[in-house]
């Protein structure tokens, strides 16, 4: 009897073993190798129409997939006029090694830089690239400005009978610190910029200028990040400043700081507040009740009312329906490429916001999106 009951736990255990080990070799249809250089919410919103379109198309074809995802972790820095790009692409060059002794079969890059690696090192390996512009190079004022132009143009409907309108952006505050080295504190006597403070920039230049151009008074507030302040307490303290000013509407770019304080933490896990304190479960609000238009369509869903802009997630989703074609339907190539057209952008309200501050949207913008 005890023999034949040790027989029996030796069989389970065998079987429990072989089950186990069966599953730990089971294997997905596909590996992805995705990458990108620095995170930003805009790419964050690439990388959410990606995952969710291409889920959907695996699952309805029977397919699965897996991700591996690598960062370089390096930002292109501008020094006046030369942009050094060495340390990233040492980086990016890794990541591609990376993806190759996984066997993917596929990259997906979300940055110039991770293409380009990919491309080059990766040369038997199809890739796609969707490129979040905002969030990945340096813009010309030429390509940005129909978008922009189009987001004052809004401001001007929400509020038609304003003398000035409103600007608030995030000034890094970094002086001359060359923070191209590790660790550099000390002062090289050179400006050095971040990509996303130039777009930033960028795009306040061409809304000032553009308000300007309609005879109105851009009041712009630029706050620095300091130990003292949280930033949300820097972008209460602006919106109720520019609401002191007498502005009728007021722009925020797409900026990576204010975006993470506008739609956190529901999008983005860096950030810890909102910019509208009643989404973020406070019954009353501490900010002034401003209208706001933003930079970005996902921006906007969180602290804006109105505005104009490209819908990144709808990118994501079409560079999805590309690796699914490439992967599953067989499509023939070797690089496939989904670039930012500011032209084609599409306008959005937000009622719940517009309920939350007691603004009525007007019917001439309700137009433009219906």
């Keep these: 009897m005890k ?20 599953a730990g070799c089971s294997k997905v249809d596909y590996v992805i190798g995705m990458m990108e250089n620095t995170e930003h919410f805009s790419s964050d919103m690439v990388m959410k129409g990606f995952r969710e379109t291409l889920d959907k198309l695996m699952s309805e074809s029977g397919k699965t997939y897996k ?45 110039a830089t991770s293409a380009a690696a990919a491309v080059e090192h990766a040369k038997n390996v199809p890739t796609v690239f969707a490129q979040a512009a905002i969030a990945d190079r340096e813009l010309q004022e030429s390509e940005l400005s129909y978008q922009v132009q189009k987001q004052v143009e809004l401001m001007r409907l929400i509020a038609p009978d304003a003398s000035k309108l409103g600007i608030l952006y995030c000034d890094s505050g970094k002086g001359k610190v060359d923070y191209r080295e590790p660790n550099n504190k000390e002062n090289t006597g050179k400006e050095v910029k971040t990509k996303a403070e130039i777009n930033a920039e960028l795009q306040v230049k061409i809304a000032k200028e553009y308000i300007e151009s309609l005879g109105l008074e851009a009041v712009i507030v630029g706050y620095t990040k300091e130990e003292d302040k949280t930033h949300d307490t820097h972008v209460r303290s602006a919106l109720n400043n520019l ?53 970005d369509v996902q921006m906007n869903e969180f602290c804006g009312v109105a505005t104009y802009a490209v ?60």
């Design 67 to 111: 991700i591996k995802y690598r960062k370089s972790g390096g930002e292109v820095i501008k020094s006046g006029d030369e942009i050094s790009y060495e340390k990233i692409d040492a980086s990016e060059k890794e990541n591609v090694g990376f993806m190759k002794n996984k066997g993917v079969n596929l990259i997906f890059a979300m940055s």
């Design 3 to 22: 023999k034949r009951i040790a027989v029996v736990i030796l069989i389970v255990m065998i079987l429990s073993i072989s089950l186990f080990a069966f």
């Design 243 to 295: 609401k002191k000013a007498g502005v009728g509407c007021v722009f925020i770019p797409v900026d990576n700081t204010l975006a993470s304080v506008a739609i956190a933490p529901k999008l983005h896990e860096r950030g810890n507040t909102n910019i509208y304190t009643s989404n973020n479960g406070i019954e009353e609000r501490e900010v002034a009740n401003m209208p706001i238009v933003c930079g």
């Design 311 to 370: 819908d990144y997630y709808q990118m994501g989703a079409a560079a999805a329906k590309e690796v699914y074609d490439i992967l599953v339907g067989g499509k023939d190539s070797k690089y496939s490429e989904f670039k930012t057209d500011f032209t084609k952008g599409k306008y959005v309200i937000n009622e719940k916001i517009a309920k939350d501050i007691k603004f009525e949207i007007p019917q001439t913008i309700k137009d433009l999106v219906a």
